[in-house]
């Protein structure tokens, strides 16, 4: 019997905490769910032998299990993205797919997409230290612990309804589109005797905002343009300016727009793109 998606909620845990999320506290309304489960193996070559039938491979390294999470912003359901916090970067969050708990989850890329008169969305990947094995894939069939999802399209935040403050006056005021990306430098530590990877230390965080929009102020020169002041985008809802996550998209005065480029064809309107990075540890 085949499994609809409506049985399997996406759960994310707060930081640090091991245990399977409170099902109504941390649903995230997420729009697609991928896991990926990963052996290090190696066939088992030996000069002079030939490779047994019941034991071909050789495992080197541990089972992992890489997560991605796809979901829009809505407000009211936000505190299962509160490991994007910069308090919460260098800890692990608990997920639930279904009825299946992948614990020691750590952040590894985060990407949001804002479009005109579309919802925000937000891809999320993981890499679990400790995923879910030995069991059978099966839904929950009672999401959201029996209550009713409050999913309402009104509160989900929209390209629109999203503002961008720019005191840095590095960007054109029409802006088509603007894409955010957040990498995790982060190194497994290993204990002797264990096969899996018992934490992960963190070593950088790097953010990287794209925007296009009808022109630019300025063009820059060999070592980009260093913003004097902040620029940030406050991901909000209908009839609200405040961010739902506080200081989610903020590029600090000393980031640096390190590439440029601008197109003009018939028909059409001047197009530039700014690309803006920032070291964050």
């Known amino acids: 019997m085949s499994l609809s998606y409506s049985e399997f909620p996406v759960?994310?845990?707060?930081?640090?905490?091991?245990?399977?999320?409170?099902?109504v506290?941390?649903?995230?309304?997420?729009?697609q769910a991928n896991v990926n489960y990963n052996t290090n193996h190696s066939p088992k070559r030996k000069l002079g032998s030939t490779i047994a039938s019941?034991?071909?491979?050789?495992?080197?390294?541990p089972l992992t299990a890489d997560i991605t999470v796809d979901c829009v912003f809505q407000s009211g359901m936000v505190s299962g993205l509160d490991f994007l916090l910069d308090a919460n970067q260098d800890n692990y969050v608990t997920i639930q797919l279904g009825s299946g708990v992948y614990n020691k989850c750590y952040a590894t890329d985060?990407?949001?997409?804002?479009?005109?008169?579309?919802?925000?969305t937000l891809q999320a990947k993981f890499l679990s230290l400790d995923p879910a094995i030995d069991c059978k894939i099966s839904g929950d069939s009672n999401p959201y612990a029996g209550g009713e999802i409050p999913l309402d399209s009104d509160r989900i935040a929209y390209g629109h309804t999203c503002t961008?403050?720019?005191?840095a006056s590095i960007l054109n005021n029409t802006n088509q589109q603007i894409s955010f990306s957040r990498k995790y430098a982060r190194t497994p530590i290993y204990g002797l005797g264990s096969v899996n990877a018992s934490t992960m230390l963190l070593d950088g965080v790097e953010e990287q905002l794209t925007v296009t929009s009808t022109g630019v102020n300025k063009l820059i020169d060999y070592s980009g343009e260093s913003l004097n002041n902040t620029l940030s985008v406050a991901v909000a809802g209908i009839g609200n300016t405040t961010?739902?996550?506080?200081?989610?998209?903020?590029f600090a005065a000393g980031s640096r727009v390190l590439t440029q480029s601008y197109t003009s064809q018939g028909g059409d309107t001047l197009s530039t793109t700014a690309t803006i990075n920032q070291v964050k540890l």
């Open 11 to 23: 759960y994310i845990g707060g930081a640090g905490i091991s245990s399977p999320p409170p099902e």
């Open 25 to 31: 506290d941390r649903y995230v309304p997420a729009t």
């Open 54 to 61: 019941s034991d071909q491979f050789g495992f080197g390294g």
């Open 110 to 120: 985060v990407s949001i997409t804002i479009d005109p008169f579309a919802p925000v």
């Open 164 to 167: 961008v403050s720019d005191s």
């Open 243 to 250: 961010s739902f996550i506080t200081d989610l998209i903020k």
